[in-house]
């Protein structure tokens, strides 16, 4: 049986408390369960490290439900996107280049991972997509774009995002979709909400 692992509790304002936890799956994890169970706050926020809890509105029962979690249940799956993608980045040479390979297995290996939107951020409708492959990383632009088209599919690290409305941004460009990514309409608004499976597939 895994050992727990600490989850350490801050106060921020007068009723938001941040919760920190060791990576992107575990607050992933954690903020799934606490909605699951109910959990009396208005936000529930995951990111990399933490979850945010706002506008709780007793305090001891939050930390009574935090200190019955068990650290090492993984994430309940959440629904499935499959996002058609056009493999024509500018960075799809430099990739193969850092993956050993040829651009056509850079197209097929980005599609053989499905992904999990860990966090939202940088940009509404901007999902964190964990999956790839420590021995896959790739470095960020050392000087970012000025602009990069909405629905561009890009790596930085072990991530995997798409930009969901045209923005400066330092990550490697792989190809883009046409995928909505954010309707403020939609519920929820974020095509790839926390917790979402992803798949890209090769509509090149």
């Known amino acids: ?22 990576d992107a799956a575990a607050a992933l994890a ?14 529930v926020v995951p990111a990399a ?11 001891r029962a939050l ?6 979690w068990s650290p090492g249940e993984a994430a309940a799956p959440g629904g499935l996107v499959e996002l058609p993608v056009t493999y024509d980045g500018p960075d799809l040479e430099f990739v ?3 993956w050993g ?3 056509a297995e850079v197209v097929r290996r980005h599609g053989a991972v499905e992904y999990v939107a860990s966090f939202c951020g940088f940009a509404p409708g901007f999902a964190y997509l ?5 021995d896959l990383a790739v470095p960020r632009l050392e000087s970012p774009r000025a602009q990069v ?11 995997c995002g798409v930009y969901p409305s045209g923005s400066p941004g330092g990550w490697r460009l792989l190809g883009r979709t046409d995928a909505r990514l954010w309707d403020p309409a939609a519920d929820p608004p974020a095509l790839l909400a926390p917790g979402t499976r992803v798949r890209f597939r090769d509509a090149s």
């Open 1 to 22: 049986m895994l050992a727990p692992m600490p989850v350490h509790l801050r106060e921020f304002g007068p009723a938001a408390v941040l919760a920190e936890v060791d």
């Open 30 to 43: 954690l903020a799934t369960w606490a909605r699951s169970r109910g959990v009396a706050a208005d936000e």
């Open 49 to 59: 490290r933490t979850v945010l809890f706002d506008g709780v509105r007793d305090r």
């Open 63 to 68: 930390d009574a439900l935090i200190e019955a």
């Open 96 to 98: 193969a280049g850092a």
């Open 101 to 103: 390979v040829d651009v």
């Open 130 to 134: 964990a999956g790839l492959p420590a």
């Open 149 to 159: 088209p909405a629905g561009s599919v890009a790596l930085a690290g072990t991530w």
